[in-house]
């Protein structure tokens, strides 16, 4: 990050493409902007800068930054809007004489391009402006040449045959583009594919993001890619069981099944009495908490493992456990709070259809949804090295 003396010359640098200028913590004018330096286009392979509180032709805006404008910077990652996740840093408050200034820095992404509500944004000199078809080829040629998640590299042997080009096209391809781009849009399958990380134009091969949002038998390449549910008649997973069932297909549909799964078949109310004559009803175990920890088990899972994800019900708890440990700056120490993406394509799929709302949120989001109906809070067992389960356990009224 910048010290005082670099961020003063920066500031007088009013020709340099690695440098944006602004007083507005807008996300409509931080989201482009952070967009356009993770996309790079013209490969510097160095930060971009945002100067807030600086305006254009150079000068100290006089502005008072507090807390609440940095939460501002901050949202603009986590919401979900620039896609795949961008890498940025926010420096502390410069408090200079003529005013407070911010530093955003933000890197090169290793998976163009990035994408601010769906349109990709880019640097031509010293402004911004949405990138062409021809630009858009440019940056998905600049990727790095392995793709540094499982998510990214190329799932070997896969075609666009293998793909349901009509869940692509008509299902997630609406919720992912923006419609203005989407009407200008002449592009073929696989460029559409390969703009948002689902195909690689240069070995004209499916990634493995694609084979599992939307291939028609995602198991033949990726054998764990299924979703296991066992219903026990008791408390012990030894015990009889009372159904099965299992979950396997693209993610689209996967994702929808389940949650109407959970929505239909295990979440369960009943009427109780709350004082006099009154009656109140309640839930065996909020339906949105569910939910959310089922999808992180989704989008956090390790697709190179060979073990499904494992939904366990039991008559006082449900266990669900997903192969692979916490990933990359997540740790037991820092747990919910830090946050990683082990599948940054998939993550970002899930956003654009609805089922992750903001990131880093869901867990903590689970947990007040728990609280709320009455549940103890989410046990997450930390300590495996290769698998990550949690327990959630019943409506404490749901057995009185």
């Not at 391009?113 to 911004?128: A, D």
């Not at 940054?344 to 947990?367: D, E, H, S, W």
């Not at 709320?372 to 959630?392: D, E, W, Y």
Request: net charge negative; charged share 25%.
């Amino acid at each position: 990050m910048l010290n005082q003396e670099e961020l003063l010359e920066l500031m007088k640098d009013l020709e340099s493409d690695r440098v944006e200028r602004t007083v507005s913590f807008r996300e409509d004018k931080l989201g482009p902007a952070v967009c356009a330096f993770a996309n790079d286009l013209a490969n510097h392979k160095k930060p971009g800068y945002i100067l807030l509180g600086v305006k254009d032709k150079g000068e100290i805006a006089g502005m008072n930054i507090g807390d609440e404008d940095l939460q501002k910077i901050g949202n603009v990652r986590s919401n979900g809007n620039i896609q795949p996740l961008p890498f940025m840093t926010v420096s502390e408050v410069f408090h200079l004489p003529e005013g407070d200034v911010v530093v955003v820095e933000v890197h090169p992404a290793d998976y163009p391009p990035v994408r601010y509500r769906g349109k990709c944004w880019i640097r031509i000199g010293p402004r911004k402006a949405v990138a062409s078809m021809q630009e858009e080829r440019v940056l998905i040629e600049k990727r790095i040449s392995t793709g540094r998640t499982f998510d990214e590299q190329i799932c070997r042997g896969s075609k666009t045959q293998d793909l349901s080009l009509d869940v692509f096209k008509i299902t997630y391809l609406p919720q992912a583009i923006d419609q203005e781009t989407l009407e200008a849009n002449n592009r073929s399958n696989k460029e559409q594919l390969a703009s948002l990380g689902f195909f690689d134009l240069v070995r004209d091969t499916c990634t493995n993001a694609g084979i599992l949002m939307f291939g028609d038998n995602p198991r033949y390449f990726i054998k764990g890619s299924y979703i296991q549910y066992i219903k026990f008649d008791g408390t012990e997973i030894t015990d009889s069981v009372l159904e099965e069932k299992e979950f396997s297909g693209d993610l689209v549909n996967v994702l929808k099944n389940l949650d109407d799964f959970v929505q239909t078949n295990i979440i369960k109310q009943k009427p109780v009495r709350a004082g006099g004559f009154q009656e109140k009803t309640i839930y065996n175990y909020p339906g949105w908490a569910l939910r959310e920890l089922l999808m992180n088990a989704v989008m956090h899972r390790d697709y190179e493992s060979n073990a499904p994800i494992y939904i366990y019900e039991f008559s006082n708890r449900i266990e669900i456990e997903n192969p692979g440990g916490l990933y990359g700056d997540a740790r037991p120490e820092n747990f919910p709070d830090a946050s990683d993406y082990r599948n940054p394509i998939i993550a970002a799929a899930m956003k654009n259809l609805g089922y992750v709302n903001r990131f880093n949120f869901g867990v903590k989001n689970a947990q007040k949804h728990l609280e709320n109906n009455g549940n103890p809070p989410a046990n997450f067992n930390l300590s495996l090295k290769t698998k990550f389960a949690v327990t959630i356990k019943i409506n404490k009224d749901w057995n009185a």
